[in-house]
């Protein structure tokens, strides 16, 4: 079948045609960037956070009420992680300053030498005198865990500092590129007053308290430190046996509400729900955008019914004077097919150089990601499969004219 | 003669119902797309105290250390140093002056039926209630006094106030915060400023009401911990006391002046106290003092994200589709009607009169999808707000955006018509007679 009777119809009634190929343009430009952007965030939202089995963790904000001294304090800390390893059901506990993705935590500066004066790396601090890597099961690529004996107690009111860190992979990669971390010295702050830190270990993931979707998100360091002597809150995170979560999470609380004299403020959250928080601005966004998407194609396939339906109309004189001479109906069905096809492909060629533009504009003014090639492409063979089912039904009904018609007058 | 066409137009809502609604349900859906992200974007980026957010302004000094500074990059800093901040208060500059941080303090009623709990909340000085016009349901702020000694009082939210006391006023009572007996001066009002400006660093910025307020003095003296941001580019000596003779910026503060005009007078003498710190070995960087007023604040601190306006732009680019859609489809709708234009216009209508009975059809059925949208966008308000407090603050319409969706939405179906009407006003009356 000839192409140019074709396209010689489509240039003498253009109108038609250009408005299907624009709305065939503008939703490949819309799709291709919100199957994008949807894909993104939600690879974002799965990222591990180095906690592994997320779904057995918690953890136990603790406040008093009473107004003890800082020793007491640091007793009664003890005294509760004692407590609470001995609920039944609980795997591991320990103590510890901040959580990955809760968006609350401690960023410090780190550097590799006392001389620098710019930092080589931000980095989110935990603090913790038992072992995270028991307590959230992180993977220890190079190194070791800290020794029982390396834990330290810190007034925060004293200057006193810790002596030994375990770095996240990330963060040793940043600061050594090619070499081992372990053994090195490193330094939280910049200048006199930085501390120094000798790195023995290396686990292999642990997100920042950020949970930053950039590289900082990775950039993490513990060290072995129990913090007191603040009223502040202190938190506790509690490892539960599989299945047990939330009986272990309910008997905690009950055992550290009956060990206090004075009244205690508790606040519990599962990791579960930590990681639901934090992505949940970007788990609607992509809702929202999948809802678009999806009405957009809908009405694009509306848009091609409609167009398609009108011509079929308007042409079933010449449609039953093509069957009279001598058409068969595939003829007329591939007619109206390869005439859609046509009008796609030129709205599919617009939609790519539009939907590159519209990527530009998104770069350049909200500082998203440039759109890979893939999304054209995948957006490109929708939009094409989408034209050709929504033709289907007009060119059928089409192909079914009877050559009778151009034997009637009107 | 519009009347009738209007008439004409409802009537011809009902010739060709598939196509109808299809049209006035993509613009219906488009309208409601755009009308719903615009809302958002349109609370998040309203000016939460219009009659004085010109005359209410932030200071801001770079207090960074001037090792490794490249000059001429701007400060992050986003608040004060203690010691600014305590300087500034006593400055007397403008006619108001308050500083204030975040905390969120143990609160212990007497009643033992109801157990303790943290409230947050804010310790301000006492011109923060005038400054921000914070309505009071019982009592007033503290007393000049009470800022000066740190005085141990409290203004409750109305939620907490009702909670620990029930309907009648608490003003006199006694409460425990942070393990010290207080004494309970006022009640605030339902006050929730979206964005809550007066205190952006570190908090969500929408659907926040505070809790509890007590003075700043009073919070420092007693240590209260901070609920909020602190930004610490040298090591500050260890503990609460450390902090406060620190660099370390943790503490928001506002100006107010009588006039905008004062605006200049203020920087001027802000530069000048910049100057005279650097004396005192502090500010070594020697970058100027920054001034915002209420609304260039919210811009800088970038409360209006970047999905939000994500969300807008696509949503509009989605309504271009939609109107594309329409004039397809009413080129659809008014080419089978060219008999009848061709008899009109035979009987004497003026091209013209086509133009105007078609356009009116065009704009009924905008205006049947814009009710539609509008139903639809309140649908999808809803369902957004649902998600949590913050998105529940911004996700409601107002005035304004009502009259704006209908507007939007009569504009999208003329808009779209034009095409199409032209089209069918350019009906040549003979050739249609002579084809019946």
Known sequence: MEIRPIVSTILRNKTGA??????????????????????????????????????AVVKI???????????????????????????????????????????????????IDRKQTEESSPSSSYFSP???????????????????????????????????VILSQALARKLWPDQSPIGKTMYFGTGEGAIEVRVVGMVERLQSHGAEVSARGELSAIAPVRLYGSNQSYTFTIRAEPGQRDRVLRDAEAVLRKASATPVILESRTVERIRKSRYRADMALSWMLVTVSVLLLLITASGIVGMASLWVTQ??????????LGARKIDILRYFLLENFLITSSGVAGGVLLGVGLNQLLVSKLEMARLPLDYLVAGSVLLWALGVLAVYGPAWRAASISPALATRST | MLGYYFHLGLRSLRRNPALTALMVLTLAVGVAASVSTLTILHMMSGDPIPHKSERLLVPIFDVQPAEGYVPGTPSDEQQLTYIDAMNLLKSGQGTRRTALYGIAPSVEPLRKDIGAFTAPGVAPTRDFFSMFEVPFLHGQPWSEADDARGANVAILGRKVAEKLFGAGSPVGQRINVMGQPFTVVGVAGDWEPNPRYYKLVGSDYFGVREEIFIPLATAVRLEASRNGGMSCSQ????????????????????????SKDERRALKDWLDSYAAEQRKLGRMKRGSPAELYDVMEWIEHENVVGKDNKLSAWLAFGFLALCLVNTVGLLLAKFSVRASEVGIRRALGASRREIFRQFLTESAVIGLAGGLLGLLLAFGALALIGMQNGEAAAVARMDLTMLAFTFLLSVLAAVLAGLFPTWRASQVTPAIQLKSQ
């Open chain 1, 18 to 55: 250009i408005l299907v190929a624009l709305q065939v343009a503008l939703s490949l430009a819309i799709l291709a960037n919100t199957l994008h952007i949807v894909s993104e965030r939600r690879a974002a939202a799965a990222r591990p956070s180095g906690i592994a089995d997320e779904m």
């Open chain 1, 61 to 111: 904000d603790v406040s008093h009420l009473s107004s003890d001294g800082p020793e007491q304090q640091l007793a009664t800390m003890k005294r509760e992680a004692e407590l609470l390893r001995a609920v039944p059901g609980v795997a591991a506990v320990a103590q510890v300053n901040q959580m990955p993705m809760t968006q609350s935590g401690w960023n410090n500066s780190v550097a």
């Open chain 1, 130 to 164: 038992d072992s995270l890597v028991k307590a959230w099961g992180l993977k220890i690529v190079e190194g070791r865990d800290f020794l029982p004996g390396e834990a330290q107690d810190i007034d925060i009111n004293k200057k006193d500092e810790p002596r030994v």
């Open chain 1, 315 to 324: 042409r079933r004189k010449q449609i039953g004077v093509r069957r009279a």
């Open chain 2, 235 to 258: 090591r500050a000596e260890p503990g609460f006391q450390g902090i406060l003779r620190s660099e370390c910026t943790w503490l928001q503060f506002w100006f107010e002046t009588a």
